[in-house]
């Protein structure tokens, strides 16, 4: 797994691996990566520190209760206000 640190926007995201298979975008390693680099900015900060990243995750997703891998991916933007500030 890649992480790379993106100077312009100062983001932290995982590279996905390039595949065309539908078999491997629907596996867990794909999803992992989806799902992480879809997290909010403040949260994908703290992912060098396992239990600062654990505790703010926790507290982000007991907050907005997203009852479905669909609603979290197709949240709105204002769910990411407030996280680590």
Known sequence: MGF???SISA????????????????GVYYSA??????LPL????VAHNTNKFK???????IKNSF???E???YRDATYDIGVLQ
């Open 4 to 6: 790379y640190k993106h």
């Open 11 to 26: 983001t932290v995201s995982v590279i996905r691996p390039t595949s065309s298979l539908t078999k491997v975008q629907k």
């Open 33 to 38: 990566i989806t799902l992480f680099n879809s």
């Open 42 to 45: 403040g949260i994908k900060k």
């Open 55 to 61: 505790y703010e995750l926790k507290k982000f997703l």
């Open 67 to 69: 009852y479905s891998v």
């Open 71 to 73: 609603d979290y991916m």
